[in-house]
């Protein structure tokens, strides 16, 4: 089963400060069709406007993976980490048993743009933690490459979920495959320019849902820049 979730179908909030595209159901938008998909239960598209944020607020038993696209970050926790999320890196929060952390965007004249990432523990009540990796353009390009999982593998960053993350760079000729489990589910979302998923075209903030499928073909990329999720069920 393969579905196409278009952009223009997701929920959105205009706050001012915070414009919002929501992938699932999230605080004012439901939609009981799209309330999750396998254990990922939140992909939020935010654009936060120079010089604001989201003030100190708390979260528990959620893996929480923020991915910047341009502009930076700002995150303050109350475990005592004070970090600045750029472009190409990836930040994991475990929620736990839990933690209240700030995101801002300290620029002055420029845009953060942001995915933030929900999904569902399986283990519930843990220590909370924290990390932060960055991932080169060059692991990205013309392939798919792991930036979170449930054992760190290959270097990316440990999530306590049954899940993996990844990211690809494809543009032109470029193209890849993965191997998945038709007893789990994947979703891909295609996070800026054009691409091939399984014959379905993609433009950016499109998704592709995807159960009891063994093979994910991407290709035809123009500028794209996608992330791929395996999923438990």
């Not at 995101?103 to 004249?109: K, V």
């Not at 690809?168 to 996070?191: H, M, S, T, W």
């Amino acid at each position: 089963m393969i579905s196409l979730r278009q952009s223009r179908e997701r929920g959105y909030a205009d706050h001012g400060w915070l414009k919002s595209f929501h992938s699932f159901s999230f605080a004012g938008y439901y939609d009981p069709q799209h309330m999750g998909w396998g254990n990922l239960r939140v992909i939020n598209e935010d654009r936060i406007a120079p010089g604001t944020g989201f003030g100190t607020h708390g979260h528990n038993d959620m893996e929480i993976v923020s991915y910047v696209m341009s502009g930076r970050l700002a995150h303050k926790d109350s475990m005592g980490n004070v970090q600045t999320i750029p472009p190409g890196e990836v930040q994991r929060m475990s929620a736990g048993s839990g933690v209240r952390h700030s995101e801002f965007n300290h620029a002055p004249d420029q845009t953060t743009h942001f995915l933030q990432i929900w999904i569902e523990p399986d283990q519930i009540g843990i220590a909370p933690g924290y990390e932060q990796k960055a991932f080169a353009d060059a692991d990205k390009r013309g392939r798919l490459c792991l930036v979170a999982a449930r054992d760190g593998a290959q270097g990316a960053v440990t999530i306590h979920a049954d899940a993996r993350i990844y990211a690809g760079l494809f543009d032109g000729a470029e193209q890849a495959e993965l191997a998945l489990d038709p007893a789990r589910k994947a979703y891909v979302f295609l996070v800026r320019g054009s691409l091939s998923v399984n014959g379905l075209a993609l433009q950016a903030g499109d998704a592709v849902l995807l159960a009891q499928e063994s093979l994910l073909q991407l290709g035809q990329g123009v500028d794209a820049e996608v992330l791929v999720f395996d999923l438990a069920p």
